[in-house]
Every structure is written in C-alpha cells, then in structure tokens.
Nanobody
Framework: QVQLVESGGGLVQAGGSLRLSCAASGNIFGVTMGWYRQAPGKQRELVASITSGGSTKYADSVKGRFTISRDNAMNTVYLQMNSLKPVDPAFYYC??????????WGQGTQVTVSS
C-alpha cells in the first residue's frame, strides 16, 4: 500500500494563497492523481486531477484559481491554491482519481480561510 502524506495547509485570509504537497511513499508514475476536499457535513469531492503526462481537470468551483501539478521523479503532487474564498475551507487529501473512491486515505491537511 502506497502511503500518502499531505502537507501545506493552514490559516489564510480570503484572497490569499496556499500550496499543498502530497508525498507518496511509492511510485505514482502512470497513475492519475487527484486532490479531494471534504468540508464538515459535506461529501468528499474531487477538485483537481492530473494524469502522469500532465493533463489536468478541475471542478468548476476552483477553475482558474487552483493549479495541480506533479513531480513524477519525486512521487509528489502539488495543489497551488490562489484567491482562496470562504467556501474553500476543508480537509484536503490526495489520492488516485478512481471510481469508486479509494479505500485508503491519508490524514489530509486542513485549510482554513478567514474573511
């Protein structure tokens, strides 16, 4: 089982930026990776995904504000979040972009936005 460790979350003012990192303990080459988020009382949602070749997709709610990237050599996936809004606070997780959702999840990293 590849372990996933998310980091980079924190408290930021609305309009600010954060960069999240996800370090995988094993090789993620060839795997489409995603960043998910889950706010209290809400379902987990996929906000961005990236193929091994670098093709990206975004949820409408983050399009134009978030950028997903990856470093296959370092087995790391990033999420640059700009123009953060009060609707963005959640725990953020990375995982392969799969349906059904993976059963293993890391501890996530918490993002809080103050207005």
């Amino acid at each position: 089982q590849v372990q996933l460790v998310e980091s980079g979350g924190g408290l930021v003012q609305a309009g600010g930026s954060l960069r999240l990192s996800c370090a995988a303990s094993g090789n993620i080459f060839g795997v489409t990776m995603g960043w998910y988020r889950q706010a209290p009382g809400k379902q987990r949602e996929l906000v961005a995904s990236i193929t091994s070749g670098g093709s990206t997709k975004y949820a409408d709610s983050v399009k134009g504000r978030f950028t997903i990237s990856r470093d296959n050599a370092m087995n790391t996936v990033y999420l640059q979040m700009n123009s953060l809004k009060p609707v963005d606070p959640a725990f953020y997780y990375c995982n392969p972009d799969l349906i059904p959702l993976p059963t293993y999840w890391g501890q996530g990293t918490q993002v809080t936005v103050s207005s």
